[in-house]
């Protein structure tokens, strides 16, 4: 088995190089590759987990399986170096038994990488979807060079399913002007925003809220209900302290993968506040507008707003700055969702955040970094 899983230093053909941008040799713009990976090579199963970029370098495990016997084993490391990146890795036998001298690594220098491509000399990853990536390698088989491909597909994710919804599907789209009067509306349920995640507890003179939701192909529905005695709206720069304002807060997951979305957009935590601007945190750690995702209708009457809001659902593919394409929905989809609302009556700092998902432990305020605390929705059609 070993004398066709030597690696060469050098790049056969594995992809037509096109005038796909090419971008900057760092590992924050490979980190799709972090993962739990399944797939079928060399007439058995293949396994391979890439951590998460850290320390200036992602880690990966592999092995491979036939007949239920374990062939052989590879750590392999992508580490940033001098501006550049390197692929390093070690083969190991099913006793750990290393094939490579003490000190001997094969080493893989990167020669570029584009949104979905990855290419070293000698190994190249691409990526086919969020959940499907192939690893082309060049193999030495007696002094042949093969390219094998092996297709892998990431391991489903392990979030667990709490709060579990369903929202029924709207024939017609309702109209966003903050007046409920569509049928859609009269027939969807109402759900409680009342889990307290930060601050004191608060009496039902200072809030009370609730929520409905329905859908379309185009976009989730939200319904929102909010009794708050006294609305704050200080600054009048929408990217200045939002938290701190009076604020509607919706968390959306679009395939219900869960896990980390800090500072990336595996998830969304939209701030919508009173005038109807949309904020979340990306990439660069600062609040950026997203006003093109939601659109909202508010009306208040007295102490009771009333929120119509369209939500257009994009997946962890999308970048900033770029054009991306919302998700068309279908039925039996499942949406990871939470929503809260941000109540500030006097204060420098928001004085309650309250939720519709109970949160355990002591730090309740995880909605914007971890999607795990959201719940379910599954789309349905009547």
């Known amino acids: 088995m070993k004398y066709f899983i030597k690696f060469l230093i050098f790049l056969m053909s594995v992809f037509v190089y096109t005038q796909d941008k090419t ?3 760092k590992l924050e713009n490979i980190k799709w590759i972090s993962g739990t990976w399944h797939g079928e090579a060399f007439g058995g199963i293949t396994e391979e987990v890439w951590s998460e970029p850290s320390g200036g370098s992602m880690m990966a495990t ?39 001298t003490k000190d001997e690594t094969v080493d893989f220098p990167l020669k570029y990488i584009t949104e979905d491509k990855v290419v070293f000399e000698g190994m190249a990853f691409e990526k086919v979807n969020p959940t499907e990536m192939n690893v082309y390698v060049d193999i030495d088989n007696k002094g042949k060079v093969e390219t094998v491909k092996f297709n892998y597909r990431k391991k489903e994710n392990t979030k667990p399913i709490k709060q579990l919804i369903n929202v029924n599907y709207a024939i017609e789209s309702p109209i ?8 859609v509306w009269e027939k969807a349920e109402w759900h409680p925003i009342d889990q307290l995640w930060l601050g004191n507890n608060y009496s039902s003179e200072d809030f009370e809220g609730r929520y409905k939701l329905t859908w379309t192909e185009e976009a989730l529905y939200l319904l929102a209900e909010i009794k708050d005695d006294k609305l704050r709206d200080v600054y009048k720069d929408p990217l200045k302290s939002w938290w701190d304002e009076d604020c509607l807060e919706i968390f959306v997951d679009e395939d219900n993968s869960g896990g980390d979305h800090q500072y990336n957009h595996n998830a969304f935590a939209y701030h919508v506040d009173l005038d109807g601007n949309v904020v979340d945190v990306n990439h660069t750690k600062e609040g950026k507008l997203y006003n093109s995702h939601v659109t909202s209708a ?24 770029t054009e991306n394409q919302p998700v068309k929905l279908e039925s039996n989809k499942n949406i990871g969702f939470a929503l809260a609302y941000c109540d500030n009556d006097n204060s420098e700092h928001r004085e309650n955040f309250i939720g519709s998902v109970f ?5 309740k305020d995880r909605g914007w970094i971890d999607a795990n605390i959201f719940g379910t929705l599954v789309l349905k059609t009547e």
Not at 308 to 318: H, P, R, S, W
Request: proline letters at 1%.
């Open 359 to 363: 949160i355990e432990g002591a730090n």
């Open 298 to 321: 508010r009306r208040t009457d007295g102490n009771t707003t009333i929120w119509e809001v369209k939500i257009l659902l994009f997946d962890d593919t999308y970048k900033d700055d």
């Open 62 to 100: 592999f092995k491979l399986i036939v007949d239920n016997k374990v062939q052989f084993y590879e750590i392999e490391v992508i580490r940033e170096i001098e501006n550049n990146l390197i692929l390093q890795l070690k083969h190991f036998g099913e006793d750990l038994k290393g094939w490579e």
């Open 23 to 25: 971008l900057e040799p």
């Open 176 to 183: 966003i002007d903050g007046i409920t009067n569509e049928v």
